[in-house]
């Protein structure tokens, strides 16, 4: 059972075209980073979030030349309307950063994070579970949990909650739940894991990652697990 999400408010398009919003320099001269743990204030921008990752994807076209595809062969998709809206609603706690140019306040990038939460009773981390979906063969190239002793020790981690209601809560485990950038998604990315590492609460951190953006977060140090 999942939690219930709450009618969708209603969207209202920015005042901008997201393909005129320029790519966030590497330094993020000429944008502003701001602090944002209100939910409202994330609801209020979710059609922001939608317009920015469909541009991001729309730019990773024109730039390779052609979309990306997973390895059963179909298209990659940029982050939908529900998932991003789930997302903002039922994740606890809710906090992130955005990225807005300096002087039009245009949206550039955005990143949130939360407690790790599941609603399955029967969840577990284990590398070596054929559900897991991935070989030993295609993780040749690719930072894995080949020993299974990150997936133990994750999975030793204390949790409580009901999933049938709150979901079950994993305290000492981050989440990066939702990354939508233009030129500054390492920059989101390392902002996060500095605000993490400068406090007690968590001890590990983990997201979701689609097949092409495995690489992004192996350059930052993560290991693919199965769960």
């Known amino acids: 059972m999942m939690a219930q999400r709450k009618p969708l408010p209603k969207l209202h398009m920015p005042p901008y075209d997201l393909d005129e919003v320029p790519q966030a320099d590497r330094n993020l001269a000429g944008s502003v980073v701001l602090h944002v743990d209100v939910r409202e204030r994330w609801m209020a921008s979710l059609s922001e979030l939608l317009l920015l990752c469909n541009e991001s994807a729309n730019r990773r076209v024109k730039k390779f030349g052609i979309e990306k595809r997973v390895s059963d062969g179909t298209q990659t998709k940029p982050l ?7 997302r903002l609603d039922t994740d606890e706690p809710l906090s992130g950063y955005q990225i ?5 306040g245009w949206l550039q990038g955005f990143i949130t994070m939360t ?3 599941v609603w ?3 969840f577990r981390w284990d590398s070596h579970a054929p559900e897991n979906g991935f070989t030993r063969e295609e993780m040749v ?3 894995w ?3 299974n002793t990150l997936a133990q020790e994750l999975d030793q981690q204390s949790r409580s909650g009901d999933p049938d209601a709150e979901g079950i809560i994993w305290p000492n485990v981050a989440e990066v739940s939702l990354l939508g950038a233009i030129g500054c998604g390492s920059a989101l990315l390392r902002l996060v894991i500095e605000t993490l ?3 007690s609460q968590y001890d590990y951190l983990v997201v979701q990652a689609t097949d092409n953006s495995v690489p992004f977060y192996e350059h930052f140090g993560f ?4 769960a």
């Open 80 to 86: 939908g309307l529900e998932y991003i809206a789930d």
């Open 100 to 104: 807005r140019t300096e002087a039009e």
């Open 115 to 117: 407690t790790f939460t």
């Open 120 to 122: 399955q009773r029967n």
């Open 141 to 143: 190239d690719r930072k």
């Open 145 to 147: 949990d080949e020993h």
């Open 197 to 199: 590492e400068a406090g």
């Open 223 to 226: 290991i693919r697990v199965g």
